[in-house]
């Protein structure tokens, strides 16, 4: 799960992560009284949950209370485009107004999990304020890390050796070292799997401050988390995911692709889009329906799919092990009464219950496609989006 950054700096700063002053504006007018609050020099920021808001013209600064209300009115309900929000954008439904900081320098700081490792990994940059993936692409020498043991924590060693790198001597070691430790405290406690601060800056006035903050959260961890989850903001989610996730249906991601996938097992559904894309077709999203006996979980994850206005086929691959094939077939045959547009549907139906399910397709007398094997699934499903398209 993703957070705003207004969020993000609210968690870190109760660790103790200095951050910069300011709160979240409801109207130019609200802007302009947090402006007068901070001393009239302020940043007006719009909160997606995406990043390069900056260069996308969603990070403005503002020299008085009655700039700081005008450009509010610019940010609040732009449609911002980010590399990271894809050419439609995202609108821009919260404001943040926060106290301009003199900076010196802009660093790197992030906790993420190291998945090969199995552990908890800082990795620091003196190039902050950038895209990390591009400095990671053609500078990864610039890019520091330490493997931090979980059970002896974030030790002052580890502190002291990013500080280096990073040029944080004399007396900014100290500041920053309070930073790292309290990132990291705030990571663990809170079952993040990201928490990101680009740019990390050191003011002129020698201060060691969090500008921006990103935290992500390892969704199995939430059930323990109430408060995180709270923080969900579902404008920022995609809305067939958001619907998906309501009806439990929990395992769907949208894709961009036109063929939309119905499979059993996380597995199976990985290699159905492969198969896909080997066939030459892009699958519109992933989904992992599990053992899913119920027929109305069927018809509504095929209702999510073909209401996807650039799903002109849909693949149905289950081998049915627990999950019973007649079940799925009833779901493909009630679905496909109540869709809004007709989306041929390819049938690769194999297991538990198969000559049933195969008996109620048949006297449906609807136009699903079939197929005995995933390739050749994959293939007509290709063929029909193209028919289709
Ligand atoms: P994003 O990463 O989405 O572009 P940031 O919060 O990192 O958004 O802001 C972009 C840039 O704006 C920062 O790299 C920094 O140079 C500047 N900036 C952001 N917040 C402040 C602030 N409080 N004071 C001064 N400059 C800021
Ligand atoms: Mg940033």
């Known amino acids: 799960m993703k957070i705003h950054e207004f969020q993000a700096k609210q968690i870190i700063a109760g660790f103790g992560v200095a951050v910069p002053k300011g709160r979240v504006a409801k109207s130019p007018d609200d802007a302009k009284a947090v402006a007068a609050e901070l001393g009239g020099k302020v940043v007006v920021k719009a909160q997606i949950h995406a990043g390069g808001r900056g260069k996308g013209g969603g990070v403005k600064l503002a020299n008085s209370p009655e700039e700081a209300a005008q450009v509010f009115s610019r940010i609040m309900g732009m449609q911002l485009v980010t590399h990271q929000t894809g050419p439609q954008g995202q609108k821009v439904k919260t404001v943040l107004v926060e106290e301009q900081m003199p900076i010196e320098r802009e660093l790197y700081l992030a906790v993420l999990i190291d998945g090969a490792a199995g552990r908890p990994v800082m990795m620091a940059s003196a190039a902050g304020g950038m895209e990390i993936e591009e400095v990671a692409a053609k500078t990864p020498e610039a ?40 990132l990291y405290d705030a990571f663990m406690a809170k079952d993040a799997s990201l928490a990101e601060i680009n740019p990390l800056v050191v003011t002129k006035d020698g201060r060691v401050l ?37 009806k439990g249906i929990s395992n769907f991601i949208k894709l961009t692709g036109n063929i939309g996938c119905l499979v059993n097992g996380a597995g199976l559904a990985m290699a159905t889009m492969d198969a896909i894309k080997f066939a030459g077709g892009e699958p519109a999203n992933f989904l992992d329906i599990a053992t899913a006996n119920d027929v109305n979980k069927v018809v509504d994850a095929l209702l ?45 139906l194999a297991g538990t219950n198969v000559e049933e399910g195969e008996r109620l397709i048949r006297e449906s007398g609807l136009p699903v496609i079939r197929a005995e094997e995933l390739g050749e699934a994959a293939k007509k499903a290709v063929e029909a989006a193209k028919a289709a398209a």
């Open 143 to 182: 890019i520091h890390r330490v493997s931090i043991d979980p059970v002896t924590g974030f030790q002052p060693h580890l502190a002291r050796e990013l500080c280096f790198a990073l040029g944080l001597t004399g007396d900014l070691m100290k500041p920053a070292t309070q930073l790292m430790t309290s």
């Open 210 to 246: 969090a500008l921006d903050a990103k935290m992500n959260f390892d969704d199995n961890a939430l059930f323990r988390h109430k408060e995180i989850e709270a923080l969900r903001d579902k404008d920022e989610e995609d809305p067939s995911e958001v619907e998906a996730s309501e």
């Open 304 to 348: 999510i799919i073909s209401r996807d206005p650039n799903v002109n086929a849909i693949l149905v691959n289950i081998f049915g092990g627990m999950a019973r094939v007649d079940i799925i077939a009833q779901g493909i045959i009630e679905a496909q009464k109540k869709m809004a547009k007709t989306v041929p549907v390819v049938a690769r």
